[in-house]
């Protein structure tokens, strides 16, 4: 039986991220503050392994950001009042400024602002650390396996030795279990001749 | 030259190493498991197996922008020209000129100092070394030899692991294989001949 259509939509700030699962595939799109939006379709045997997520911690801008607005203002101020004195208008500056500072460092972890990356070769899947994070997560884990275990039939068009490797591979995933391994290994060898093999050899070894 | 707050590595009782770099620019943290490293730097954090890490000749060094020196110095351009606009003061003749001089000396000495601070703040030369899953960012600090020196030791210790036969491998990838980690160190001479000899076999 095909795996349901589910649909997640996370926010994080000004950034909305979509995630449409589909039984074979998945849709992601991101849509930011200038009403870009991108996006991407996926297959879910082309995620990556739990071990290769990554977590992105994008800049933090609230500091930089007070800083931008202060500094222009303080000269702002010096030029527009000419006779007030330029050192308690420069110490309110800034004592304004290290406010602005202290505000927007106490701000910059009130947003959820780190995502979870997850690399495929189509782009890079965000998702944002917050409650559905690891709904999501698990659930793409889930689909991935799913499709990997699909995946598990001996292509007889492709080289037997690469043949081999995948099996090796699916076999690390926890798709396939040793002995699975082990018998599908056995199993494409036996198609490769001898002679080839060790021509093979002679060649790696000059 | 970063200014790195030296921390002592934190050794554990099952051989986990965890190594700080800390700086007011950001550093990274470097966990170093038994098969892996968990890499926390300022923008990313993941892991990279230790045989997937490069070698030295593949490293790369680069540095922060000294973006931050040099808009403090615009920033107090603008500051000093707004002030000297601002001042209704006639300053005519010599004494005048004398003012003028001591202002604009003690605006350059303060806008120096000011800027030489940011940059020492913020300045950072580090070297990149990459992997599969991003760049691993050492600070060039007083940790930053040591911890070249324990990602490398690391990373033969991962390629002495891929020495063992891999059943996934044809005869002649394995052989390929032995003949890579021999270039890079990982297994001796002699290690190399046996374990060609029982792949032949």
Known sequence: MDAPIVRFKQRNVLTKLGLTLHPDYAEFYVSGTR???????????????????????????????SLMIVAPLSLFELAIHPRDSAFSLLGFMVFFGAVMCAIGYGLRRMPKREYTVLATP?????????????????????????ALKRAAVINPLEQPWREVKKFKWLSD?????????????????????PATEKALDHGALH | ????????????????????QRSIAGGATFRFNERHLDYFGREWD???????????????RSKTPDRPATLALMYLSGL???????????????????????????????AVAICATIRYATHQEYTLVPTRSGNIVVVKGKQHDAIIAKLQACRLDGLRRLAAPNSANSPGEELAKLKWLRDEGAISDADFQQRCAAVAT
């Open chain 1, 35 to 65: 009403g870009n939006s991108t996006g991407f379709n996926f297959r879910y045997e082309m995620l990556p392994n739990a071990f290769d997520y990554r977590t992105h911690r994008p800049k933090d801008l609230f500091v930089t950001f």
């Open chain 2, 1 to 20: 030259m970063a200014r790195c707050i030296r921390m002592e590595p934190a050794v554990y009782s099952d051989g986990l190493t965890i190594v700080s």
């Open chain 2, 80 to 110: 000093a020209v707004v002030l000297l606009l601002r001042d209704h003061q006639p300053h005519y003749g010599p004494e005048g000129w004398h003012w003028f001089m001591r202002a604009v000396g003690g605006f350059i000495a303060v």
């Open chain 1, 122 to 146: 189509a782009g890079r899947l965000l998702i944002a650390q917050d409650r559905q994070h690891d709904a999501i997560v698990t659930e793409l884990q889930s689909r991935r396996t799913a």
């Open chain 1, 173 to 193: 995933e926890g798709i396939i279990s040793e002995d699975d391994y082990q018998g599908y290994r056995a199993l494409i060898l036996a198609s490769v001749e």
């Open chain 2, 46 to 60: 993941f892991k990279a197996k230790y045989e997937e890490i490069v070698g030295p000749a593949h490293y790369r």
